[in-house]
């Protein structure tokens, strides 16, 4: 009996892959690496700015969303557990949530520059060269032309 159930976990990777199934395994191990990426980055000396958060939590929102369809659609094929599928689209929101403020860091940080660049070419007058009482349009001085 022993032999037969050796025979039968032997035959069990050949049969997954045989049935579809290894692209979630494909899935969850790029999402493993992202993963480590995004924690050895944590854990160094310079810190990932919100453009490489951003673009790497895209990456695992994207790869999250992809391994909880394929999971859902193939559960009965598969035997994936229903509550394989909730720690995943849990996870995935957690995941949106931290892409979403990194990437809104980055459009606030984008808004910052494009104000300091645009006060920068008025020569940092607040009325943008214009009367400096009313705040209107650079008058023509009257008299003798």
Same mark, same amino acid.
């Given at each position: 009996?022993?032999?037969?159930?050796?025979?039968?976990?032997?035959? &069990?990777?050949?049969?997954?892959?045989?049935?579809?199934?290894?692209?979630?395994?494909?899935?969850?191990?790029?999402?493993?690496?992202?993963?480590?990426?995004?924690?050895?980055?944590?854990?160094?000396?310079?810190?990932?700015?919100?453009?490489?958060?951003?673009?790497?939590?895209?990456?695992?929102?994207?790869?999250?969303?992809? &391994?909880?369809?394929?999971?859902?659609?193939?559960?009965?094929?598969?035997?994936?557990?229903?509550?394989?599928?909730?720690?995943?689209?849990?996870?995935?929101?957690?995941?949106?949530?931290?892409?979403?403020?990194?990437?809104?860091?980055?459009?606030?940080?984008?808004?910052?520059?494009?104000? &300091?660049?645009?006060?920068?070419?008025?020569?940092?007058?607040?009325?943008?060269?214009?009367?400096?009482?009313?705040?209107?349009?650079?008058?023509?001085?009257?008299? &003798?032309?």
């Amino acid at each position: 009996m022993g032999l037969a159930a050796a025979a039968f976990i032997d035959a &069990a990777p050949a049969q997954a892959q045989a049935s579809g199934c290894e692209k979630l395994q494909t899935l969850l191990q790029e999402r493993q690496k992202i993963i480590v990426s995004l924690n050895a980055a944590q854990k160094s000396k310079t810190k990932l700015t919100p453009q490489q958060a951003c673009g790497s939590m895209g990456r695992l929102v994207s790869n999250g969303a992809s &391994a909880v369809k394929f999971a859902t659609d193939n559960q009965d094929w598969c035997q994936i557990p229903a509550s394989f599928i909730d720690n995943m689209k849990a996870d995935n929101e957690k995941a949106v949530g931290i892409r979403n403020q990194a990437c809104n860091a980055v459009k606030q940080q984008a808004e910052m520059m494009r104000r &300091a660049q645009k006060q920068a070419q008025g020569g940092g007058n607040p009325f943008g060269g214009g009367d400096a009482i009313t705040g209107g349009g650079m008058r023509i001085p009257q008299g &003798a032309l």
